[in-house]
Each structure stands twice: as structure tokens, then as C-alpha cells.
């Protein structure tokens, strides 16, 4: 797409939204709710499930599904309205909202939080990521449980140093490229779209930060939790320097 358009920057998820089920259809969500299913159920959670970064409700609506209680949160109202078609197709009832996973609070308290496949990637500094766990640990009951995910700096300079691709459809489609820098951890990607108005181009820019085990470790010391766990996403195992993806489990004391 030519760089002599107008360009117009809009939020995160704006037009992504539409493509994110597309973008996503790598993942078995099934094998990752089993997954989670088998890591929480030593603590026999209660049926009180909170998903603080929900995207397009994957996740929430098959929790609901295997009869789970579920309130489902994205910062983005285009995913979140795209999770609500979604839950009423299958009709799945889940209480959606619009809200930060930093500041959300509820008068309810929950069983289990999960926040999963990146969306803590999208906290950029430490005070952030300590509101979340905090915010988290507010919301949960005693002996709680908060399941979250994190890219590792190994899985973005693997797959994301200089990643293109072009996708059309009859939305238009767009294109997408995503760099990752080392020294800062951060990795940016933008997807360019075409408008109605053949002169002006839309570009949404996705700025995560990829996290290494010393910062997971810290925001589990540094929280209130009493217990935790890192471990590979892939083995379920002890997380270590070949992880491409931490999956973190932490309980809330009794
Ligand atoms: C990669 S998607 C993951 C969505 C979903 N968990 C899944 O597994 O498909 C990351 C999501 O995090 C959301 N997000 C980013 N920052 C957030 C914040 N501060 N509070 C809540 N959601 C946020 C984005 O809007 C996006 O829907």
C-alpha cells in the first residue's frame, strides 16, 4: 500500500477485530481450556471464572460451554461485540464488559482469572504489571487462582524479527508487519488497511512486550500470592531459556 496516502491511526483491534478468529485459527483453544482444566483442578476451583483479557470470547464461550460461570473483559469494545455474536450464536450466556485488566473491579470475587495467549504482553511497564497482579488478586477468592501467559524475547526473535504478511479478502484484507526489538523487548506490529477512500489508509500498531523467566519471576515475588508456578506452555513442565511462552499459575492465599 502506497506510502503517499493519508495515513489515520486507530486503536488497537478497531478493524483487527473482524480477522482476529483468522489470525487465530492456529490454536486448538480446546487442548489450552484441558489444559487449564488440569492445571487448576488440584485446587477444585468454584464455577466463578473471570476472563480479564477475553479478545473474541475463544476461550470464555467453551469455558461457559463445560458449565462454567463466566464474566468476560477486553479493553477493546469492537472484540468484545464480536464475542457477544458469538456467545449469543451458540447460545452461551456470559456477562461481558469493556474494562482494563489493570483497573477492573467488580463486587463480585472469582474462583479462577485467566488471562491468556498475550494479553499481558500488552502491559509495556512495570507499574502496569503490578497494578494487574494486584487488581488480580483483589478480585480473586481466598485460594483463588490466576492463570496468565506470557511471550518469552525467544518466541518473538524466532518468529517476529521482520514478519510480513499480506492477507485480501472481500473486507479488503490487510497487510501486516511485525519487528522485534532485543535490547527493549518490544515488539511492534502494524496492520495497514484500505478505506473506503481510496486516498487514506488505516493503521493499527500493537505494541507488547515480550517477557524473559527474571521478569515473571518478579511479578510473582513482588505480588501478594503465596504460591506460583512457570512453566513451559508447550510441556507443562518447568519453564526455562528454550520456553517460547511462559504459562503462569498462581493461588491466592486461603
Ligand atoms: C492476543 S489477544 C488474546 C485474546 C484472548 N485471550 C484469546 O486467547 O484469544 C489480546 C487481548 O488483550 C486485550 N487487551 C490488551 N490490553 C488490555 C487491557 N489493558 N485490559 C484488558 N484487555 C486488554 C486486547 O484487546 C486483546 O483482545
Not at 210 to 215: H, K, L, R
Not at 230 to 251: A, F, H, K, M, P
Request: aromatic residues 12%.
Amino acid at each position: 500500500m502506497a506510502s503517499s496516502k493519508n495515513i489515520q491511526k486507530i486503536e488497537p483491534y478497531q478493524r483487527l477485530a473482524v480477522y482476529y478468529d483468522r489470525l487465530m485459527d492456529y490454536i486448538d483453544y480446546d487442548v489450552w481450556i484441558d489444559d487449564i482444566e488440569q492445571l487448576v483442578k488440584p485446587f477444585k476451583p468454584g464455577p466463578n471464572w473471570l476472563d480479564i483479557s477475553c479478545g473474541t470470547g475463544s476461550m470464555a464461550i467453551r469455558l461457559a460451554d463445560r458449565g462454567i460461570d463466566m464474566t468476560a473483559v477486553d479493553l477493546s469494545s469492537h472484540m468484545i461485540e464480536i464475542a457477544r455474536e458469538k456467545a449469543a450464536q451458540q447460545k452461551v450466556a456470559i456477562e461481558f464488559v469493556v474494562g482494563d485488566m489493570i483497573r477492573f473491579n467488580s463486587n463480585a470475587q472469582y474462583d479462577v482469572i485467566i488471562n491468556l495467549h498475550d494479553g499481558l504482553n500488552y502491559l509495556l511497564d512495570v507499574a502496569d504489571t503490578q497494578s494487574f497482579m494486584e487488581n488480580s488478586y483483589g478480585l480473586l477468592k481466598p485460594g483463588g487462582v490466576l492463570l496468565f501467559d506470557v511471550v518469552t524475547p525467544l518466541l518473538c526473535q524466532t518468529h517476529f524479527r521482520g514478519y510480513r504478511e499480506i492477507y485480501t479478502d472481500e473486507l479488503g484484507g490487510y497487510e501486516r508487519y511485525t519487528s522485534y526489538d532485543p535490547e527493549s523487548q518490544l515488539s511492534e506490529s502494524t496492520f495497514t488497511l484500505n478505506t473506503s477512500d481510496e486516498d487514506t489508509i488505516e493503521v493499527e500498531s500493537h505494541i507488547q512486550r515480550a517477557y524473559e523467566m527474571g521478569d515473571v519471576e518478579s511479578f510473582c515475588q513482588d505480588s501478594k500470592f503465596d504460591w506460583w508456578k512457570i512453566l513451559d506452555d508447550e510441556t507443562l513442565e518447568q519453564g526455562n531459556s528454550d520456553s517460547e511462552r511462559y504459562l503462569v499459575i498462581l493461588r491466592k492465599q486461603l
